[in-house]
């Protein structure tokens, strides 16, 4: 790794953030500067930066989490190594979409796991919808993160920060079987719940993107809505709390909103207007 990127992320390490955070700030770099090869990058200006983000993402039809992502990988490694700040006004973030996100009902999901071979690949849609899970806390997971006893996890997700989730009977015994198998495994790479699928990589857990790409088969497989990621299981589990009448203080502490704001969302998901309806006789032709 260069100097200037070994800099930002002992910074980023300082500051707290995840690998995750960390991977995809350096992805965003390395991006960049290849992108510029042979040009005096430290000179650029706001516009510099605009005409990149344009031409490499937002006329690709980039989603403007991943531009505002970008953007903000590229200021940071502009304010580390030439301490230079560029004008919020000259160089803003997209607008993020207000639309509510997709979510799939409790039998379709109860469908994808029973219709699932792989007994690893169960236990991370249990994980996901059971506990409303990140794709990168279910990589983390490591075996003594959980309480059988009182049915808890401890999870260690965005910025470093624990929490404690639930999870049901049908996880519980999903863990149980799958502990039993893969035990040794289990053990041998220092207690992560599902190591790395790669032999030469010891004491390390799964990559994020081997999750990934297994609910991309899912989703192909099953025709589901092209926006949906393995993100739609943790929506899926909020908006079923809510419906169960979950309280939705609980449910923020339980998927680890640093704002209610973030959380009321699920409200307006969840909310079922059938029983404002006139009862209709389905029997009548």
Same mark, same amino acid.
């Given at each position: 790794?260069?100097?200037?990127?070994?800099?930002?992320?002992?910074?980023?390490?300082?500051?707290?953030?995840?690998?995750?955070?960390?991977?995809?700030?350096?992805?965003?770099? *390395?991006?960049?500067?290849?992108?510029?090869?042979?040009?005096?990058?430290?000179?650029?200006?706001?516009?510099?930066?605009?005409?990149?983000?344009?031409?490499?993402?937002?006329?690709?039809?980039?989603?403007?989490?991943?531009?505002?992502?970008?953007?903000?990988?590229?200021?940071?490694?502009?304010?580390?190594?030439?301490?230079?700040?560029?004008?919020?006004?000259?160089?803003?973030?997209?607008?993020?979409?207000?639309?509510?996100?997709?979510?799939?009902?409790?039998?379709?999901?109860?469908?994808?796991? *029973?219709?699932?071979?792989?007994?690893?690949?169960?236990?991370?849609?249990?994980?996901?919808?059971?506990?409303?899970?990140?794709?990168?806390?279910?990589?983390?997971?490591?075996?003594?993160?959980?309480?059988?006893?009182?049915?808890?996890?401890?999870?260690?997700?965005?910025? *470093?920060?624990?929490?404690?989730?639930?999870?049901?009977?049908?996880?519980?015994?999903?863990?149980?079987?799958?502990?039993?198998?893969?035990?040794?495994?289990?053990?041998?790479?220092?207690?992560?719940?599902?190591?790395?699928?790669?032999?030469?990589?010891?004491?390390?857990?799964?990559?994020?993107?081997?999750?990934?790409?297994?609910?991309?088969?899912?989703?192909?497989?099953?025709?589901?809505?092209?926006?949906?990621?393995?993100?739609?299981?943790?929506?899926?589990?909020?908006?079923?709390?809510?419906?169960?009448?979950?309280?939705?203080?609980?449910?923020? *502490?339980?998927?680890?909103?640093?704002?209610?704001?973030y959380t009321m969302i699920y409200i307006h998901m969840a909310n079922n207007f059938n029983n404002l309806?006139?009862?209709?006789?389905?029997?009548?032709?």
């Amino acid at each position: 790794m260069t100097e200037d990127l070994s800099k930002l992320v002992n910074l980023l390490k300082f500051r707290g953030c995840s690998d995750y955070t960390i991977g995809n700030y350096v992805s965003s770099i *390395n991006r960049f500067k290849n992108y510029y090869e042979g040009k005096d990058i430290e000179n650029f200006n706001e516009d510099d930066i605009v005409d990149y983000l344009i031409n490499n993402f937002i006329n690709l039809g980039k989603k403007p989490a991943t531009v505002n992502m970008n953007r903000a990988a590229i200021k940071y490694y502009y304010i580390v190594n030439f301490g230079k700040e560029f004008n919020d006004k000259l160089l803003p973030g997209c607008k993020l979409d207000k639309r509510y996100p997709k979510v799939l009902s409790n039998d379709d999901i109860m469908f994808l796991i *029973n219709n699932t071979k792989n007994l690893k690949h169960k236990v991370w849609l249990c994980l996901g919808y059971g506990s409303g899970l990140r794709v990168s806390e279910i990589a983390l997971l490591k075996i003594s993160d959980f309480s059988y006893r009182n049915k808890k996890i401890r999870v260690i997700g965005k910025g *470093n920060k624990e929490r404690f989730t639930v999870f049901p009977d049908y996880t519980h015994e999903m863990l149980l079987e799958y502990y039993g198998k893969y035990k040794n495994k289990i053990i041998a790479s220092g207690g992560y719940l599902f190591p790395s699928v790669r032999s030469d990589f010891d004491n390390e857990h799964i990559s994020i993107q081997v999750i990934k790409y297994f609910f991309a088969g899912i989703k192909k497989k099953y025709n589901l809505d092209s926006t949906m990621t393995f993100h739609t299981l943790r929506h899926s589990f909020a908006t079923e709390f809510i419906k169960n009448g979950g309280d939705i203080w609980e449910l923020k *502490n339980l998927l680890g909103h640093s704002s209610i704001g973030y959380t009321m969302i699920y409200i307006h998901m969840a909310n079922n207007f059938n029983n404002l309806c006139s009862p209709i006789d389905r029997n009548r032709k």
